[in-house]
């Protein structure tokens, strides 16, 4: 942005509220900011702020029952047209028909639910530019080509005929763009457009965004809760906390010198994940807790007519690695690379089709758990627990936070009197109060219920945890209290970690060693110091250097080349 930049969106005293039930949730309150030409800001809160709720009141996309009670959302016109309140047109009305895509296009966080499932790529790019150009269909699907093309999705002649589910995360985020800029719009709204994505395709995602916004010279309005994220790519800040704007400034300003309390607890918050945990002594073990030896696992495997036939992909391929006792392993790679798959074939939710994995038990036996038949599972399931990445989806809405956590303790043979002080007993231990054992899931927050499934999972006192993006769903400020929470418990009782993780910040903060992870294969494993400050193998150095940094110095230089389409990883 220049100082001579043109005003193009002013959002003044906006307020929005959703009836609920017999209460009004003030979901917005008095907001105003100004868009600049050519500039991105970045719109920066924890989940609940009311960033997403803005964005969608000024393309008047509010879900049932929210509504715009105060303010105005004007927007310049242009080429010397007159411009729009656009607080004041209806949502079905023409005029708001055609500013949405034609003037501000927005792009979602999650674009498999914001695409059709049911038709092709390529039908719904041209649908969009049917509706704002004056194109035949021809001419629609040559620019959808196009628009692929410059968003650098391989081969975009074939590629615009899948269906969205034929698209990795990555690839469906790059047609969502293409998408949102197939009517050359002077705004781009994208919220929390990386969220889901590992670091790799984060980067290219941020690269792409800001390549073609200098090609277009349009603004951007970016909604995000990852301060490195902001550093990146942000022009200005504006920061939000409960439905109100706490702060507005430069980025440089906002990021190094904040004044307001809340954006110096977000910078703190950051920076205490950036200084590790103070690194442990771990007592020489006779053998390892764990160890895993050419651990295959390949999806599609059957038998017929007594042969074994494999085909389709190979998840694991030949992974080696142990875990001493009280230590802690991390496990990083991108989506695909099979960390989740190898923890979970770990504990035999998979069935590993080649390889072992020896786990020594209380009682000094030694189980292959690749071989282990369901019965002696279900007795080294009391051993061996599992905390998910999505604490909402890993509850049993059904369940109260009580019947939640005493579940794994039935077959412990307490009684009634017990299990109930041991139900206690783990809520105070994860910072929450007694009262709440009567509640269901939807009564908690995403933190909360990330600590019940934490209770849940000590709750029969285990001896290895694998913990698989357990602080990926929550905001900045929670997840270094969840990784405290979890080396208090591991110090306290003991317990051994598999830490499956795409944040590097966070591994290098919680774990002793790191094994990164890529096509099912271990390329590089070690000290978590020596993995993430000197690491050796290429792929592990484009995972390093691919991480947001909250420091604006650190700024990284695109990974893409302007001017002519990479080979995209997805492919």
């Known amino acids: 942005m220049t100082t001579s930049s043109k005003l193009l969106l002013q959002v003044k005293n906006l307020s929005v509220e959703f009836p609920v039930h017999r209460q009004v949730i003030q979901a917005v309150r008095d907001v105003s900011f100004d868009v600049y030409e050519g500039e991105t800001l970045c719109v920066l809160g924890e989940s609940g702020s009311g960033k997403s709720v803005t964005a969608r009141a000024i393309l008047k996309l509010l879900a049932d029952p929210g509504r715009l009670t105060s303010g105005e959302i004007l927007l310049s016109g242009a080429e010397g047209k007159p411009g729009y309140d656009i607080a004041k047109l209806k949502s079905s009305s023409e005029e708001m028909q055609s500013i949405r895509g034609g003037q501000i296009a927005m792009i979602f966080q999650e674009p498999m639910t914001s695409l059709s499932p049911v038709h092709r790529i390529g039908e719904q790019i041209i649908e969009a530019i049917l509706l704002h150009e004056k194109m035949d269909k021809a001419q629609a699907r040559s620019r959808a080509i196009e628009l692929l093309r410059q968003v650098r999705i391989p081969d975009p002649e074939t590629a615009i005929d899948r269906y969205p589910f034929e698209y990795s995360g990555g690839m469906r985020q790059r047609a969502m763009i293409a998408m949102a800029l197939s009517c050359n719009p002077r705004l781009l709204i994208a919220d929390e457009p990386t969220t889901a994505l590992d670091v790799t395709t984060q980067a290219e995602i941020l690269d792409l965004i800001v390549t073609l916004q200098r090609e277009r010279g349009m603004a951007v309005l970016f909604i995000t809760h990852d301060i490195g994220v902001v550093a990146e790519i942000a022009d200005r800040v504006m920061v ?264 590097i910040t966070v591994v290098r903060y919680f774990c002793d060693r790191v094994a990164v992870m890529q096509k099912g294969k271990i390329v590089e494993i070690g000290d978590a110091d020596e993995i993430c400050l000197r690491p050796q193998h290429p792929y592990t150095q484009k995972l390093i250097t691919s991480v947001p940094q909250p420091d604006m110095s650190r700024r990284r230089k695109p990974l893409l080349a302007p001017s002519a389409p990479s080979v995209a990883r997805e492919a």
């Open 240 to 503: 939000m906390y409960r439905g109100e704007k706490v702060e507005e400034g430069l980025a440089e300003q906002v990021l190094r010198r904040p004044a307001a309390a809340y954006t110096a607890a977000l910078l703190g918050a950051v920076l205490k994940l950036e200084t590790p945990l103070p690194r442990r002594t771990l007592p020489a073990a006779a053998k390892p807790l764990i160890s895993v030896s050419d651990l295959e696992l390949q999806f599609g495997s059957r038998r017929r007519w007594g042969v074994k036939q494999t085909f389709g992909v190979k998840a694991i391929d030949g992974v080696s690695l142990s875990l001493s006792p009280g230590e802690t392993l991390g496990i990083v790679g991108e989506s695909g690379s099979g960390k989740t798959t190898l923890g979970r074939t770990m504990l035999q939710i998979y069935k590993p089709t080649g390889g072992h994995v020896h786990y020594a038990d209380a009682n000094g036996r030694e189980v292959d758990i690749a071989k282990a038949s369901r019965n002696t599972m279900r007795h080294l399931y009391t051993e061996m627990r599992m905390v998910f990445q999505d604490p909402h989806s890993s509850l049993n809405p059904r369940m109260t936070a009580f019947e939640t956590i005493a579940e794994p303790m039935r077959m412990m043979g307490l009684s009634a009197n017990q299990m109930r002080e041991r139900v206690e007993y783990l809520l105070d231990r994860v910072g929450l109060p007694t009262n709440a054992a009567n509640r269901y899931p939807h009564a908690f927050s995403g933190g909360q219920r990330q600590r019940i499934s934490i209770a849940r999972a000590i709750a029969p006192n285990p001896r290895l945890i694998i913990a698989d993006e357990p602080t990926s769903a929550l905001d900045v400020s929670l997840r270094h209290q969840v990784l405290d929470l979890l080396a208090e418990i591991r110090a306290e009782l003991g317990i051994s970690f598999i830490f499956i993780s795409h944040d």
